[in-house]
């Protein structure tokens, strides 16, 4: 399924678009999947980030710590 986006543009573009026959559709479809890819590796590096800070905090003998703790489970 899918939906129908609408967008206004100068007159100068239309025409240019239509002179080089550009098809808006696919052009406009590939831009908004790279940008949403793009916003998607932002939000994954900055969980990282905060995980990273988060993770920081911990001794490596507490990790070492639980992780055997755990197996012993």
Known sequence: MSDTITVRVPRELK??????????????RRALEEEVQRR???????????????????????????VREDRKR
Request: charged share 45%; glycine share 4%; hydrophobic share 40%.
């Open 15 to 28: 025409e240019a678009i239509r002179k080089y026959g550009i098809r808006v559709s696919e052009v406009v």
């Open 40 to 66: 998607r590796e932002e939000e994954v590096e900055e969980a990282l980030d905060k995980l990273g800070a988060a993770l920081s905090k911990i001794s490596r003998e507490e990790i070492v710590r639980t």
